[in-house]
């Protein structure tokens, strides 16, 4: 299959995208749809992070920061597998109440999820009850008492048969054997796509079936969903669900206007949570946990739950809160220092004659409150500073902080200005994948 890299955000004709997706007006107004490419003036742009397969090309899509392409393929594979952790501790794949047409647009992710989990849960199973006579396993005392006679010897009965039962797997039940020829076909499609290597699984064979073997695919269907109604197991329901919604859209594979993806139109998300993990964020923390000495604030409150919300106060006697409030994306501690940080998926241009891709008034004076929000707190507690932040991606490997921004209104009011700081994405990457902290002090905040 060919394989194209594209960079996202960068801006395209009409004409550039149709040819990477082979001249589809109807694969190019989905994407319209879904929102994976926007128009943009007269040019267009991929708002996406990921991989798409359209017929039988393979679009590579790659973060705006990676301004360097000579090692786009290892840049591109830990991207992805960023991307795969993020997916893995939010994702549920569950596919019961998709649309078909939705089902069809994840298949990829769909494959990826029977490689996946067949290597940590293995094959499904099916137990088969064994009884036999006088066996060496555990002893069934109801058959064995009530299918035989038993001997009697000083009031004691003896049995010269005894029922005994043992479990095995039935290696040639259907849905096991179904299983295998559906990870085997997944691995098989991944490995002609290419992905196999991408997201580091190897090649699957486990089956040399073909799907007429199991029956027509209504007969198939029918018996999952009579499997399923009989089925308690969480986790294999999972895959009972998981085999009919591939089964079911398998002819898809096959539609001249076949477009499937693996990704996110949403990549800001998964960098506030990189930073939010990399630099022990503390929001969510509870006070208790927080405090050693605490007689101001109720210890079952959150760090979040002290920022106020508005109150609407009506002529009437009455007043409201709201819902709503300012939130922070990152609030952490560093030796005697509250920090604030906002991680910023932004291509920033901070140079001597240029500036673009900054973030917007509304950013920055944000910013500025959640210190104002935080002020009880932080006097309260004794912290001898606070550091302000924004935190954007960079693919240079040193951390660069460029310098501060500024509101003088607001920094008059003895507030903190925000901090302008370049993070290496691949340290932060890898940071990310192996549950592991930065450094605050390498910040020099």
């Known amino acids: 299959m060919k394989s194209v890299y594209i960079k996202e955000l960068r801006h395209y004709s009409k004409s550039e995208i149709l040819d990477i997706i082979g001249k589809n007006e109807k694969i190019f107004n989905r994407l319209l749809e879904y929102a994976i490419i926007d128009k943009d003036n007269d040019r267009y742009q991929f708002k996406y992070v990921g991989v798409l397969i359209v017929e039988e090309s393979v679009i590579n899509c790659y973060p705006k920061y990676i301004t360097n392409t000579e090692n786009i393929k290892a840049d591109f594979k830990e991207v992805l597998n960023v991307i795969k952790k993020y997916k893995k501790l939010h994702d549920d794949f569950s596919y019961e109440n998709e649309e078909l047409e939705d089902i069809s647009f994840n298949l990829l992710s769909l494959m990826l999820f029977f490689i996946e989990d067949y290597y940590e849960n293995g094959i499904y199973t099916n137990i088969q009850n064994i009884l036999e006579i006088n066996g060496n ?40 054997l179904l299983h295998e020829y559906i990870i085997t076909e997944c691995s098989k499609r991944l490995e002609k796509s290419n992905l196999l290597d ?33 089925e308690f197991n969480t986790h294999k ?73 508005p109150k609407w106060v009506s002529n009437y006697d009455f007043g409201l809160r709201a819902k709503d409030t300012f939130i922070p994306d990152l609030i952490t501690f560093f030796k005697d220092d509250f920090i604030i940080f906002d991680a910023k998926y932004y291509n920033l241009k901070f140079e001597k004659d240029k500036l673009a891709g900054q973030p917007g008034i509304e ?21 001898k500073g606070v550091k302000n932040a924004f935190l954007f991606p960079s693919y240079h490997s040193e951390i660069d902080n460029k310098g501060h921004v500024e509101l003088e209104m607001l920094s008059s009011l003895g507030l903190e200005n925000i901090q302008v700081i370049m993070l290496p994405a691949g340290e932060i990457n890898q940071l990310y994948l192996n549950n592991k902290k930065m450094d605050i002090s390498r910040l020099n905040l």
């Open 198 to 230: 991408y997201f580091d699984l190897m090649h699957v064979e486990l089956s040399d079936r073909t799907l007429d073997d199991f029956g027509d695919l209504d007969f198939i269907l029918n018996k999952i969903e009579k499997e399923l109604n009989v």
């Open 237 to 309: 329901q999972k895959l009972l669900k998981s085999m009919h919604a591939y089964l079911s859209n398998m002819n898809s594979f096959t539609n001249e206007n076949f477009l499937t993806l693996y990704g996110t139109t949403s990549y800001h998300v998964i960098w506030e949570e990189m930073c939010s993990q990399v630099f022990s964020n503390k929001l969510d923390k509870k006070l208790k946990d927080l405090l050693k000495h605490n007689e101001k604030y109720s210890s079952k409150l959150r760090l979040i739950d002290l920022i106020e919300r």
């Open 363 to 383: 950013s920055i004076s944000k910013q500025y409150f959640y210190e104002l929000a935080y002020r009880d707190f932080i006097d309260y507690v004794g912290f």
């Open 137 to 176: 396993g555990e002893i069934n005392w109801d058959r064995t008492i009530n299918d035989n006679f038993a001997l009697i010897k000083e009031d004691k009965p003896y049995y010269t048969e005894l029922q005994t039962k043992y479990k095995i797997d039935d290696l040639y039940d259907y849905f096991r």
